[in-house]
């Protein structure tokens, strides 16, 4: 209260780095409610074989993986998700490469108009959002442009209301064939026949699976959280850097604490000359660097979940296409006691030199 001024520059420090560490855990959070979403409004197999991260699994999933699990008596649909790229009327997209009708039964596409049955050599299917962008609707050409050269003119004949895991377009492997460079499968959604329980299921395609280069096996669960995982390790990077802006505005707040222990020298001498004692004044200056460090934090968190309400808000994308706001409570009270913890760690040096202080001197102090 005797230096405002000073006061709340110093908790701005903390509250800007608490606010960066706040948004980005919320934002990260909502990625994560929308993967999740995503998954569960989207996957209507059991489980899904994704090619590992790192080492050979990298280039994707065999073609044959798919028709293989499909054999066996446990599974009633696999299908396989490859990709592709092509210009659509002049605008370069993405393509899933798939079979559009087994497809239906693995994911849940929506509201579909027209048929996935016939796609054929030169059919087309189209997510919604997408078609009516481009100004795309059943009966309709769009001509697409191969990366070999190639030009062809494919009639829509599906238009789907749900792209979250199938993609803006989808094409038969046979339309694909004749330009691609390189077949491979991004993903395999897994639909289990009747009375097949999720472990014999998952143990039976483990076993196919692991003939292709050992693919990894996910339940539903586990394939969002494995989704996930990036927003897992960009956070930790993040945290890693905020840290160091944390400790800087922590060294703020011991600082401001010496110099008003420096100024204030008669003053404590004072207190303890009336009785003070020595427990009782550094109790007073950690207090004090709490009250500051607290400030600094809730403001911090107040500033960094409306940002990342802002931030999800102005995301791409609308209706169920829109980013999921999701506030993790546990790892924002986290940073709310380490904040405090923080605080009273912050003030260590400044009220043990305070309570050091002799009475005599302080009191004779100018």
Do not use: C
């Not at 074989?49 to 999933?61: E, H, Q, T, V, W």
């Not at 959002?129 to 050269?149: I, N, Q, V, Y």
């Not at 009782?280 to 950690?286: K, P």
């Amino acid at each position: 209260m005797r230096s405002p001024g000073r006061t709340a520059a110093t908790a701005t420090a903390l509250m800007i780095g608490v606010a960066v560490v706040t948004l980005f855990t919320v934002f990260g959070a909502s990625l994560k409610a929308t993967m999740d979403r995503t998954v569960d409004r989207s996957f209507a197999g059991d489980v899904a074989i994704g090619a590992p991260s790192f080492g050979a699994g990298g280039r994707g999933l065999s073609p044959r993986l798919a028709p293989a699990v499909a054999a066996l008596p446990e599974v009633d649909t696999a299908v396989g998700l490859g990709r592709g790229v092509a210009e659509v009327d002049g605008r370069g997209r993405a393509l899933t490469v798939t079979d559009p009708a087994a497809l239906a039964r693995t994911l849940d596409l929506g509201d579909v108009r027209g048929s996935l049955a016939g796609l054929g050599t030169d059919g087309l299917a189209v997510a919604a959002d997408e078609a009516a962008a481009s100004g795309l609707a059943p009966g309709r050409t769009a001509e697409l442009t191969f990366t070999d050269g190639t030009r062809q003119s494919f009639i829509v004949r599906a238009v789907y209301e749900r792209a979250d895991l199938a993609g803006d377009y989808l094409v038969t492997r046979e339309a694909w064939a004749p330009h691609r460079t390189q077949d491979a499968d991004r993903f395999v959604a897994v639909a289990f026949a009747d009375g097949v329980s999720v472990a014999d299921g998952k143990a039976a395609v483990t076993a196919v699976a692991d003939r292709y280069g050992q693919p990894e096996v996910q339940t539903r669960e586990e394939y969002a959280a494995a989704s996930a995982g990036g927003i897992d390790m960009m956070l930790t990077l993040v945290y890693a850097l905020l840290a160091l802006a944390v400790l800087i505005a922590l060294l703020g707040i011991a600082n401001t604490l010496t110099l008003a222990v420096h100024e204030r020298t008669r003053e404590l001498g004072l207190l303890r000359a009336v009785g003070q004692t020595r427990a009782q004044l550094r109790a007073m200056v950690r207090w004090e660097s709490v009250l500051v460090a607290a400030f600094g934090t809730l403001g911090g968190l107040t500033l960094g979940a409306f940002l990342g309400w802002v931030l999800v808000r102005s995301s791409a994308g609308s209706g169920d296409s829109a980013l999921a706001f999701a506030v993790p409570l546990v790892p924002l009270a986290t940073v709310a006691l380490a904040g405090v913890a923080a605080g009273v760690a912050a003030a260590w040096r400044p009220a043990r030199r305070a309570g050091r202080l002799e009475i005599l001197r302080a009191i004779a102090t100018e």
